[in-house]
């Protein structure tokens, strides 16, 4: 079992940045796999990015250029710098580990 924490969502506005953070309760955390994913009401979670155990990062086409993924094993913590950012942003995101847990969701506001 593992508990997944996200923060550092909020109100931007369109053009601006954030970043979240997520720290992993688990063992041996540098060999999972972690993701974003972000959700909007009506709508399936899709994935923004992911970086493996072994560093590849992979990012949905949507966000390539405006957002990195990186991690801190020594940390267990994951992170999603945003740049840029547009109203079609907007989503709870979602931190998930091996694709197996998933923590709570931050709301994300890009909004003038």
């Known amino acids: 079992q593992a508990q997944l924490v996200e923060s550092g969502g909020g109100l931007v506005q369109p053009g601006g940045s954030l970043r979240l953070s997520c720290v992993a309760s688990?063992?041996?955390?540098?060999?999972?796999?972690m993701s974003w994913y972000r959700q909007t009401p009506g709508k399936q979670r899709e994935l923004v990015a992911s970086a493996t155990s072994d560093y590849t990062t992979h990012y949905a086409d949507s966000v390539k250029g405006r957002f990195t993924i990186s991690r801190d094993n020594a940390k267990n913590t994951v992170y999603l710098q945003m740049n840029s950012l547009k109203p079609e942003d907007t989503a709870v995101y979602y931190c998930n580990i091996g694709r197996l847990y998933w923590g709570q969701g931050t709301q994300v506001t890009v909004s003038s």
């Open positions: 688990v063992i041996n955390f540098n060999l999972y796999d």
